[in-house]
């Protein structure tokens, strides 16, 4: 990602092109997909949080009737910034609507990207107390030796449900998909079919389930640390919120850093274009399982 050296005028950019990124952000990422979103306001806001369910029971007429209470709490959200800077030719950017279709297809893949790979724990995250991520989540192979695919699914079902959740989702990275197209049954049948709309996986042990590329962290070459390949987990645990949406600047009068480069937009005859997300993620951890199983690389 460049960095700005130098800004001065930005060029204004429609309004409803900067919703159509947010909102190819969001079904770009996997994880956003399944979360619970909220608006976000720039000082963060708390979110109240209530571990245990209240029990009933049967009681006798004019008997006393049980108190059974869970648990109270807070978390706070916390909004962090997810940024990126991409450049064009003058020349390209003639084409108004090819500099909008360039960006709604090119940016939310980018920002999405970062948010899924930083939740399993694949990118640094920005706070280690107010932003969740699954990466010291108890972790399930999925590999397809003896079955391991379906069982390890079924381990992270288990695990999900022993915690007080109920699996109702899966995110994977594309490594997974292999894993589970090739998973057969002991007559070499097929366990996980995939659509006939679509030719794709869409529901695994009959919950959704979502693909994004960077939901996958390589392991050791040793093998000793294996891949994680996605997450299953109960999604009414988790909450993501966003401030406002993507803000897009535009401009063609700055000089940005990029590693050794230099880039001078107005020199070079460029413009730079920056995208920037304002995000936040809390979740109850114990309700998901990373799902491990890629070889490792």
């Known amino acids: 990602m460049a960095d700005i050296n130098r800004t001065t005028n930005s060029m204004a950019l429609p309004s409803d092109i900067s919703n159509e990124i947010m909102q190819k952000t969001q079904e770009s990422s996997a994880i956003m997909r399944l979360a619970h979103h909220i608006a976000l306001p720039g ?18 007429e ?22 990126v800077i991409e450049t064009f030719s003058k020349e390209f950017v003639r084409d108004i609507p090819a500099l909008y279709d ?11 990207g970062v948010f899924d790979s930083t939740i399993i724990g ?10 969740d991520t699954f990466a010291s989540c108890t972790a399930q192979s999925i590999l397809n ?53 679509d030719g794709v ?8 389930t979502y693909f994004n590329k960077n939901l996958y962290k390589a392991g050791a070459s040793s093998g000793s640390v294996p891949a994680i390949v996605g997450i299953a987990g109960d999604w009414s645990q988790a909450m993501y919120g966003t401030v406002a949406g993507v803000e897009i600047a535009v401009t063609d009068t700055a ?43």
């Not at 004019?62 to 940024?83: D, E, R």
């Not at 699996?167 to 990275?173: H, P, T, V």
């Open 43 to 60: 000082r963060g806001v708390t979110i109240p949080v209530i571990t245990g369910d209240p029990t009933a029971a049967w009681v006798a």
């Open 62 to 83: 004019t008997a006393a009737k049980p108190v059974s209470n869970g648990t109270p709490g807070t978390k706070l959200m916390q909004a962090f910034k997810i940024a």
């Open 102 to 112: 360039a960006l709604v297809q090119r940016l939310p893949g980018a920002l999405a």
């Open 122 to 131: 694949a990118t640094q995250a920005p706070s280690a107390t107010n932003f």
């Open 145 to 197: 030796a003896n079955n391991g695919t379906y069982l390890g699914l079924v381990a992270a079902d288990a695990d999900i449900a022993a915690h007080g959740g109920v699996m109702n989702g899966l995110a994977l990275g594309a490594q997974a998909r292999a894993l589970l197209l090739t998973a057969t049954d002991t007559t070499n049948r097929p366990l996980f079919l995939a659509s006939a709309n």
């Open 201 to 208: 996986v869409d529901k695994v042990l009959g919950v959704p």
């Open 255 to 297: 000089t940005l850093t990029s590693g050794n480069t230099t880039i001078n937009l107005w020199q070079q005859n460029m413009i730079a274009v920056r995208a920037e997300i304002e995000v936040g993620f809390r979740a109850d951890t114990s309700c998901f399982n990373l799902l491990t199983g890629a070889i490792p690389s």
